[in-house]
């Protein structure tokens, strides 16, 4: 997986005036949720932007709250890509992932950005992008090749995800699809159903004629 630089500041006041002042000045608000699992009532210290969710059975989780630039994000939202984030808070270094994006629903506007801490003890699911290599045998014979799922969600530690997973789809033959069922990938863990059509050789009308053609020989 790619890495991307994202400087982030610290964000202490949470109301929607605040919210609002922020994004006019061509900020973002974000919050980074995947930190330290801790007993409740907490007696630590946070520190600035960090909070404690209670999650239940008197257990807590530190998520943090942040502002990053719009320009410093364009290059990381506008694009099929996914990278692993090398996060700097006021000089402390933090590895995160893309979670979610909410956009203005008219506007093409980043409202907020949610992030994830990862390490590399804890795996992480997230969608990749599928590649599809070689002139599959369908295709040969007058099929059309499509791809259903242009993303897999998999569950892996965040330094083991890929760019891409790619498939190879040369022994696929005429009306044959691939499943997730039929793949495998080292180290990843495909989280979509078994069933889930990946891609397929759709039989194309010149590929109906050339079959009857052949069977009324």
Do not use: W
């Not at 964000?11 to 000045?25: C, D, H, P």
């Amino acid at each position: 997986m790619k890495t991307y630089n994202l400087s982030a500041q610290p964000r202490t006041n949470l109301g929607k005036k605040a919210t609002k002042e922020l994004r006019n000045n061509g900020l973002i608000p974000v919050v980074m949720n995947g930190g330290e699992l801790v007993d409740l009532p907490f007696a630590g210290k946070l520190t600035d932007g960090q909070q404690v969710i209670e999650i239940g059975n008197n257990k807590g989780i530190i998520t943090t709250n942040l502002t990053v630039k719009v320009e410093d994000v364009r290059k990381l939202i506008y694009t099929p890509e996914i990278f692993a984030i090398n996060l700097d808070v006021n000089g402390v270094k933090t590895s995160a992932i893309l979670k979610d994006i909410q956009f203005h629903p008219v506007k093409d506007e980043i409202l907020h950005i949610d992030l994830l801490e990862v390490t590399d003890k804890k795996p992480v699911t997230v969608e990749v992008p599928v590649k599809l290599e070689g002139h599959a045998e369908g295709v040969k014979a007058g099929g059309k090749l499509s791809l259903s799922m242009k993303k897999i969600k998999v569950n892996a530690i965040y330094s083991a995800i890929p760019e891409k997973v790619v498939i190879n789809v040369d022994s696929l033959g005429l009306g044959k699809t691939i499943q997730i069922g039929d793949l495998h990938f080292e180290g990843l863990e495909l989280m979509n159903a078994k069933n889930a059509v990946v891609c397929a050789v759709q039989l194309t009308r010149a590929a109906r004629g050339a079959a009857a053609t052949a069977d009324a020989k």
